[in-house]
């Protein structure tokens, strides 16, 4: 993406809107912590402060990525939209097991290894339409911090030394387990580390990990080593923005034990410590199991939008409440895909009629009196758009209902511009095409679905998706659309009508205007397609749609 119209793009998208439409809503949330939602208030009015925990950068990132980056995304734009100024930190997990094993079964330099995927992390976030964000920390840029929160944590006696390794004594921090409410016993350490019989309590977790041969290590008080997966988050979200914060955010699979052994960190370290909301996005499931690398049912975000564009891939993703499990289906990929279609052509249309009508549009200053179905359709769009998203960001429900009443006004209106009309009664139209097409945008806007690009050029990567996935080339198409043309004039409609289902089972529909035959995606009737796995990767079970 060209990064002046990324930042036009994203200037759009943090235009705080008036006072006056949000001061009947209070933006809730539901906070992890107390299992419910509750009114947002920020610590420092006008300031808000957001950590979310980012990847663990040895490999493309997957559909589960996707989500948590969108989600936060959305999060983010939504508050700049209420004209709060942002703080965003989301870090790399750059220094790990799992990047070790990686770089060593590649022969690289484990650093430069992850640095590589952080690098393509970013570039599937923009593609994805998600902000720049204030801080992106990496574990191995801040050795220090880490160093001298687990030295402020032995301090406090809640951590101890064993062999170079150091760990977090979890019997000392009394209330362990109150964001997740797992018991002691069921902390693993994440799963990433064996049980280790050195520690006190087989809950207790890795602050420091002493060096091993072949590994990268950092000096320090107790040998040289590495730190452990969890105080990254805890010294680097206290680094970027100090130990008191409003919002932290990841995953559900992070709450327990990763954000219970931060809270533990954090407090030792600082005792008055404290996130005013802990949220967390739901899983992205592949026939209804959840998808993971480990199990090898994911699919990575390149691998769909090699197929499907971004757009339409991000519009899956929010076409779900963020909390709510969201199950990986080819129909609603396809359905997405011709959502946007749906959205970016009555757009077009629209703009391409208002350009051509500029002319008859006065400058006069004044305000633009337009009809009552546009005056009533921007006020049940405004508002719904409001209440949804000042409920937790219900962006599934906003894509619907008023957003789709409004696309069609529009089409409507296009159709009486094409019929004569008094002069007054045609300005009016324009008008409300023009005022409906504002309010309309600033949805997408905060949504992060205003493309980058000219709705011609987007409607254009749409249909070459489509081709791909039909596997034609509109040249293909083009042939095809003729030779039905004359099977038509001979007057064979059964057999005109068989070649356009022929392409359609393809996800192309013909569509006839006039004596013209044009084409453009649509939702294939068999689902014959499917996203090839890369080598290496097992192949998932065909998902059952949702």
């Not at 957001?50 to 559909?63: I, P």
């Not at 362990?176 to 693993?188: A, C, I, T």
């Not at 937790?392 to 511009?417: H, P, Q, R, W, Y």
Request: glycine share 4%; aromatic share 8%; charged share 25%.
């Amino acid at each position: 993406m060209d990064p002046s119209k990324q930042e036009t793009n994203q200037k759009k998208a943090s235009k705080p809107m008036a006072k006056k439409e949000t001061q009947e809503f209070q933006f809730v949330v539901y906070n992890t912590m107390t299992q419910q939602k509750e009114v947002f208030k920020p610590k420092i009015p006008g300031k808000v402060r957001m950590y979310v925990c980012g990847v663990t950068a040895y490999d493309f990132s997957h559909l589960g990525h996707a989500r948590a980056a969108v989600s936060f995304d959305v999060l983010y734009r939504y508050l700049k939209h209420l004209g709060y100024e942002v703080t965003y930190v989301r870090n790399f997990t750059d220094v790990d097991d799992k990047i070790i094993r990686r770089a060593n079964e590649t022969g690289e330099d484990p650093i430069s290894l992850s640095d590589r995927y952080c690098k393509e992390y970013n570039i599937d976030m923009s593609d994805l339409q998600c902000l720049s964000l204030t801080h992106e920390p990496r574990v191995s840029d801040h050795m220090e911090q880490i160093k001298d929160m687990i030295t402020q944590i032995i301090n406090k006696d809640f951590g101890y030394v064993v062999d170079g390794d150091v760990f977090f004594a979890v019997d000392k921090f009394p209330n362990y387990g109150k964001l997740s409410g797992q018991k002691l016993e069921n902390n693993r350490a994440g799963e990433r580390v064996a049980v280790d019989s050195r520690k006190r309590n087989p809950s207790d977790f890795a602050l420091w990990k002493a060096a091993k041969p072949g590994e990268p290590s950092w000096d320090s008080p107790w040998g040289p080593g590495r730190p452990g997966w969890h105080i990254e988050c805890s010294a680097m979200s206290a680094h970027y923005l100090s130990f008191k914060f409003d919002i932290h955010g990841g995953g559900l699979d992070l709450i327990f034990p990763h954000h219970e052994n931060e809270i533990a960190q954090s407090c030792a370290a600082c005792e008055e410590s404290d996130v005013s909301y802990w949220m967390h996005n739901g899983h992205v499931t592949n026939n209804n199991e959840k998808m993971s690398k480990s199990l090898g049912n994911f699919f990575t975000i390149r691998q769909i939008t090699e197929r499907y564009h971004p757009l339409a891939l991000r519009y899956f993703l929010i076409n779900a409440h963020y909390r709510s499990p969201l199950n990986y289906s080819v129909v609603q990929l396809e359905g997405a895909s011709d959502a946007v279609f749906y959205i970016y052509q009555t757009l077009k249309d629209c703009q391409d009629a208002l350009l051509q009508l500029q002319e008859e549009m006065p400058n006069d200053g004044k305000p633009a009196r337009i009809s009552p179905d546009a005056k009533e359709c921007i006020s049940k769009l405004r508002n719904e758009f409001q209440v949804k998203m000042s409920d937790d960001l219900s962006t599934s429900l906003i894509l619907t209902g008023a957003f789709l009443e409004a696309l069609k006004l529009v089409n409507n209106l296009l159709t009486m511009l094409k019929k004569k009309q008094q002069k007054q009664q045609r300005l009016l139209v324009i008008k409300s095409l023009k005022e409906i097409e504002n309010e309309v945008t600033k949805v997408l806007d905060v949504l992060g679905l205003q493309p980058p690009w000219s709705y011609n050029e987007v409607l254009l990567q749409l249909k070459e998706k489509a081709l791909t996935r039909a596997g034609l080339v509109e040249d293909d198409v083009i042939r095809l659309i003729n030779e039905r043309a004359e099977v038509r004039r001979n007057k064979d409609f059964l057999k005109s009508d068989q070649m356009r289902a022929h392409l359609q089972a393809k996800g192309i529909a013909l569509m006839d205007v006039g004596t013209e035959t044009i084409w453009r995606p649509c939702v294939p009737v068999q689902q014959d397609s499917e996203i090839v796995p890369s080598e290496g990767q097992k192949v998932p079970p065909k998902p059952e749609s949702a």
